[in-house]
């Protein structure tokens, strides 16, 4: 899940129905007017669809066969660039290195692929990187020179890569855990990486010399819950926790995190995203098979409100935002895109946009 301005893009994989047929892939809202955001648009040729980045006028979407290239700059006609089918990925990243773009997919076991998209139109393989002992790597931060992997199962939880030649990424760090983590998330924030173990502990990182990521603080959480996505907004840390919705972390002194808050949730929350106090969560509700994003002002976290929510028909992965809109993968292969056009709140019905 991913935000941008008040454009939020989310994935989601698995099947869905809507009515006409299987959906999922990308869902794009409008949040402009948080409390009732509004789905402007899906896109449902992306198999599983479960991460999605926006540089420039490229939408970058990644799912169980690859990634998809859309090309973003006529909200009115997004129009498909190009398709590169690879291993299944679980996330996408871009770096710019002067003239030229890469995308970078992390694929778990199959580790993490760099693929040149500096022509949109004709995407190619560049170089594989595969850690040894081999890893599970779930999640890809690029930041500058450098390539930050989540890995999941492992004592050793984040890897640290020099990508200043992309097509000969050189690990140069790591960072070793005291135990062995669940699945991994990260979130950067300036030089500092937060990352949550999936099971108990939040970990906080120095990484202002990539090469010697240093721990500055940890948090344990003993109340049951299981720390499974993480978002970053100044001096606070944002926490799904699934059943146990969303823990508000104080970080203003790395040291010494501190839970602020605990801010329940009708569903499961899997994956979150905060920008400018604004909260967006997805949920998958197993018994009718469809997906929820649900809003919540947080901008002050003792008093949180939840605004609005909206339904995706599949298992919204990772969301983004871009400008007034909120763009939701969601299953096999769909990309809704949702449009806050009221301002009495009403939630306006969603309308699918041509796409070629």
């Given at each position: ?245 969303v823990r508000v972390i104080d970080i203003a ?47 002050d976290p003792l008093q949180s409100a939840t ?15 871009y400008e007034d809109d909120l763009f939701i ?28």
């Amino acid at each position: 899940m991913t935000v941008q301005s008040n454009r939020l893009f989310a994935a989601a994989g698995g099947p869905a129905w809507d009515g006409g047929g299987n959906l999922g892939g990308l869902f794009v809202f409008d949040i402009s007017t948080p409390q009732s955001p509004s789905r402007i648009q899906w896109r449902s040729n992306v198999s599983h669809a479960r991460s999605a980045v926006l540089l420039d006028s490229n939408l970058y979407l990644a799912g169980d066969e690859g990634i998809y290239i859309l090309e973003m700059s006529d909200h009115q006609f997004v129009r498909q660039s190009a398709y590169f089918h690879t291993r299944s990925t679980e996330s996408v990243d871009v770096y710019q290195q002067n003239q030229k773009r890469y995308a970078f997919l992390a694929q778990g076991w199959a580790g993490l692929e760099i693929v040149d998209v500096t022509d949109s139109n004709t995407p190619s393989s560049v170089a594989r990187f595969t850690p040894q002992p081999s890893s599970n790597i779930s999640q890809v931060i690029v930041d500058g020179a450098y390539a930050y992997l989540g890995v999941s199962g492992s004592q050793t939880p984040l890897l640290v890569l020099d990508i200043s030649s992309p097509d000969n990424p050189l690990q140069i760090a790591s960072f070793q855990a005291p135990t062995r983590s669940g699945h991994v998330s990260l979130a950067k924030q300036g030089d500092t990486i937060y990352l949550v173990n999936g099971d108990t502990d939040m970990y906080i990182i120095d990484v202002a010399t990539p090469s010697q990521p240093t721990q500055l603080g940890i948090l344990t959480v003993y109340d049951g819950s299981s720390l499974r996505e993480i978002a970053v907004e100044a001096d606070r840390a944002f926490i799904a926790t699934g059943e146990r919705g969303v823990r508000v972390i104080d970080i203003a002194d790395p040291a010494a995190p501190r839970v602020l808050n605990s801010i329940p949730l009708p569903a499961f929350a899997n994956h979150i995203q905060v920008n400018g106090g604004l909260m967006v969560t997805s949920h998958f509700m197993e018994g009718s098979m469809q997906g929820r994003i649900y809003l919540t002002d947080v901008s002050d976290p003792l008093q949180s409100a939840t605004l609005s929510y909206a339904d995706t028909a599949g298992e919204p992965f990772q969301a983004l935002f871009y400008e007034d809109d909120l763009f939701i993968p969601d299953g096999p292969g769909g990309v809704r895109w949702y449009q806050r056009l009221d301002l009495n709140h009403q939630l306006f019905q969603p309308y699918t946009l041509l796409l070629r």
